[in-house]
């Protein structure tokens, strides 16, 4: 059982570029999310899957794009990489879209933008 | 809008010591409380969570009471080990279509021997 999984650990990309962050959980949980994490400033969600099927912004989706492409699959995609989006990037998992529910994360991708 | 507020590290401690990482919140209604712990090179874990006012959460010898006359709810430790350096977060959640949870900006604590 590896509960959440990410790809790459690492990636560095010039300004311009894109790549897509790769997230899958083995757990049959219903809902997904993307998180950055920056210094200073906690995890911000970037994008939300309550459900196979359905994906929503959250707080920070500016330069994101995501698709839920099956129940175990949820990716991260950056269309024109900026500096700005030099962060660790994090993908969650729940069982249900429910305030008591916890998540579960992935080891993280440490994205670099030059 | 929401909003938790993490004592600012990081906390050196040594170890045996007894570790206090207050957290206050400000929601309106009634959020769940979680604490979740992130240890080097790796992703966020879950360490306790309490969903209701008066409920204490505990895991591995960490406590936490959820403390609504106070929005607060603060980690404690009575006896702190090298293995409990880490990064931790104190967060809240709500239900809204999606599970929203509002994140501190973490504590580091260090455990010296």
């Known amino acids: 059982n590896a509960g959440v999984t990410q790809t790459p650990k690492f990636q560095v990309l010039k300004t311009g570029q894109s790549m897509t962050l790769q997230c899958a959980q083995d757990m049959n949980h219903n809902s997904m999310y993307w998180y950055r994490q920056d210094p200073g400033m906690g995890l911000r969600l970037i994008y939300y899957?309550?459900?196979?099927?359905?994906?929503d912004k959250g707080e920070v989706p500016n330069g994101y794009n995501v698709s839920r492409l099956n129940k175990r699959e949820f990716s991260l995609r950056l269309e024109s990489a900026a500096p700005s989006q030099t962060s660790v990037y994090f993908c969650?998992?729940?069982?249900?879209?429910?305030?008591?529910?916890?998540?579960?994360f992935g080891p993280g991708t440490r994205l670099t933008v030059l | 809008g929401n909003s938790v507020t993490q004592m600012e590290g990081p906390v050196t401690l040594s170890e045996e010591a007894f570790l206090t990482i207050n957290c206050t919140y400000t929601?309106?209604?009634?959020?769940?409380l979680f604490w979740y712990v992130q240890y080097p090179g790796e992703g966020l874990q879950l360490l306790l969570k309490?969903?209701?006012?008066?409920d204490k959460g505990s895991n591995k010898g960490f406590e936490a009471t959820y403390r609504k006359e106070t929005t607060s709810f603060h980690l404690e430790k009575g006896s702190v080990q090298v293995s409990d350096s880490a990064v931790y977060f104190c967060a809240l959640s709500y239900s809204g279509g999606y599970q929203k949870v509002t994140f501190g900006t973490g504590t580091k604590l260090q455990v010296i021997p």
């Open positions: 929601a309106t209604g009634y959020p769940s």
């Open positions: 309490a969903t209701k006012a008066d």
């Open positions: 899957s309550a459900s196979e099927g359905t994906t």
């Open positions: 969650a998992s729940s069982e249900a879209p429910i305030s008591t529910d916890t998540q579960y």
